[in-house]
């Protein structure tokens, strides 16, 4: 087949998987649709090019067994453990599927609470006069919400909910500093560190390069009522961590707690900020768009079935001739 007529073919196949996309996930679709216009553009889901249509493609196309795994807050311990990590994850004082299996002396524990398949959902225990009606009148529901749902962040809907107790990681003045690191590969791209204390977060942002240096960012973030007055770059350990953890994704954002100057393994996330940024998720030239390549996907390592192969084919054909061969970094 000549060369025109090759890429006439992959547009064609193109034009089908956005033809399914909207037909198939036409709510989704159009959640992407209503950011995408304020850049003036429409969602692209056959040949991603910034990066909300990249986490459009990862929740409807991208099914990584994986991003189930370590989207559950207990097995992702056990994975990074079995992935090489050397760092520790907080203790798990317990887990279990019901409040009422909650032993009672956690109550006085200076430890939180969580539900292992979501965000967001969590609760300080130890706090004075604390009753178990309390906590069950805040935690009782938390299965009920299947936040995947609203955004479609899929992994989320095959992890079996259960409660967990996790060791506080809070330093001697009351901080509690976390690092959010992102990944492309092996190679890490920026530290978002974020210092919280008394409900109040600061935050600061460091560009990672490979030739090591670390630069603190004019950048804001999303995150954080106001910006750290002292600078805290993150050491080579935790870069060397996320960025071992990072080397099994083609992105993942790697979370990690710093308590007394020893790093704990937090989080990973598949769907940073549910995968919707506005506006910079639909700019060509952030790094955080520029670093991320789909064809470090999963996806493409895997045997799909005959339409998704033929689609992958074209994929890949058309990103060799947009961008290159795959650097293997």
């Not at 706090?127 to 529901?141: C, H, I």
């Not at 750290?228 to 083609?250: C, N, Q």
């Not at 992958?312 to 058309?318: C, G, Q, S, T, V």
Request: glycine share 6%; net charge neutral.
């Amino acid at each position: 087949m000549q060369n025109w007529a090759i890429l006439v073919f992959d547009h064609i196949v193109f034009a089908c998987v956005e033809f399914w996309g909207i037909c198939r996930h036409n709510r989704l679709w159009r959640k992407y649709l209503r950011i995408a216009q304020k850049g003036g553009r429409v969602p692209c889901l056959s040949f991603p090019r910034v990066e909300n249509d990249k986490f459009y493609w990862r929740k409807t196309i991208d099914h990584n067994p994986d991003f189930v795994t370590v989207s559950d807050k207990l097995a992702s311990k056990d994975w990074a453990i079995k992935a090489g990590c050397t760092i520790p994850s907080p203790s798990t004082l317990w887990s279990g599927e019901s409040l009422k299996e909650l032993p009672k002396h956690l109550l006085g524990e200076q430890a939180i609470l969580k539900s292992n398949n979501s965000y967001g959902q969590c609760f300080r225990l130890g706090q004075p006069d604390l009753t178990f009606e309390m906590v069950q009148a805040t935690a009782k529901d938390w299965f009920k919400l299947q936040h995947w749902k609203r955004c479609y962040e899929i992994a989320y809907k095959y992890v079996t909910p259960q409660y967990l107790v996790e060791q506080l990681l809070e330093n001697a003045d009351g901080t509690i500093v976390e690092i959010k690191f992102l990944t492309y590969g092996s190679r890490v791209v920026r530290a978002i560190l974020i210092e919280s204390q008394n409900g109040v977060r600061k935050a600061q942002v460091w560009d990672l390069y490979p030739d090591g240096r670390k630069i603190l960012s004019p950048k804001k973030t999303v995150i954080g009522e106001g910006e750290l007055h002292r600078d805290i770059p993150p050491d080579d350990t935790a870069i060397e961590v996320a960025s071992l953890l990072g080397s099994y994704f083609d992105h993942i954002r790697v979370d990690l707690y710093l308590v007394s100057d020893r790093y704990y393994l937090g989080e990973l996330t598949v769907y940073d900020m549910a995968g919707m940024f506005s506006p910079v998720g639909l700019d060509l030239e952030i790094i955080s768009n520029t670093s991320w390549d789909l064809r470090r996907a999963w996806f493409f390592k895997e045997k799909q079935t005959w339409y998704w192969e033929v689609y992958k084919f074209a994929y890949l054909r058309h990103a060799t001739r947009v961008f290159g061969e795959l650097d293997a970094s």
